[in-house]
């Protein structure tokens, strides 16, 4: 493992980044790209989320778990961070914690319903909230084109996401809603941002 260090030799504290926002805004992709780019940065790294979905099914690449097996992993505290959406159990690998703390700069996609818990667990100073937004218009777009909803329930996903809010420290808020490029490019500067400048946003 490649570790950073501090003037007097000790590890620099790491960074949880989460990633959140309302489907369709495009975090997927915007992970997918990052992941791609930011390979040979070694002390940043994106883990696979372990989701009780199969493998082979439209969407990220994941860990695949059967939901008995997942109810007892989570018991057994195999998990950092976990919750259920959309009939679906998601999990965060209880190893990204010592990869923070060991200096890493680790990248999740998650819930915003487990913020608070991540804070609590690594630290408000080590949590940061990448805040992912487009308008309406995109969200609905995107929404159409993955094909994955019907029309009520892209409705419903779009009310929620007209709802959507994020309070507390050190969130960066994300826009990509014009072309993809410029989502990447904001999406990696928000991810390399200093840690002072992130805390202010």
């Known amino acids: 493992m490649t570790e950073r260090h ?5 590890i620099k504290p790491g ?14 992709t915007l992970l997918d790209a ?17 989701i009780t979905r199969p493998a082979g099914s439209v969407g990220e690449i ?8 997942f109810a007892q992993m989570a018991r057994q505290g195999a998990f950092l961070l976990s919750w259920k959406a959309h009939d679906l ?14 200096g890493k700069t680790v990248i999740v996609n998650v819930s915003r319903s487990v913020i608070d818990d991540a804070r609590s667990l690594i630290g408000h100073n ?4 990448l805040n992912i937004r487009a308008s309406r218009d995109v969200l609905r777009k995107r929404l159409e084109a993955r094909g994955r909803e019907d029309i009520l329930d ?17 969130i960066v808020h994300v826009d990509n809603d ?11 500067a928000a991810i390399e941002i200093d840690h002072a400048i992130a805390n202010r946003a």
């Open 89 to 102: 159990c998601y999990g965060i690998p209880r190893h990204v914690q010592d990869d923070v703390a060991n």
């Open 178 to 188: 014009a072309d993809l490029e410029a989502g990447i490019t904001r999406f990696i």
């Open 62 to 69: 994941h860990i695949p778990v059967r939901p008995e097996d």
């Open 34 to 50: 990052a992941r791609e780019r930011l390979k040979d940065t070694a002390h940043i790294c994106f883990p696979r989320r372990c």
């Open 126 to 129: 080590q949590v940061r909230v």
């Open 15 to 28: 960074l949880l980044v989460l990633v959140v926002g309302p489907s369709g805004v495009g975090k997927d």
């Open 154 to 170: 892209i409705e419903r996903r779009l009310a929620r996401a007209s709802a959507y809010q994020i309070d507390g420290d050190n």
């Open 6 to 10: 501090t003037h007097d030799g000790a």
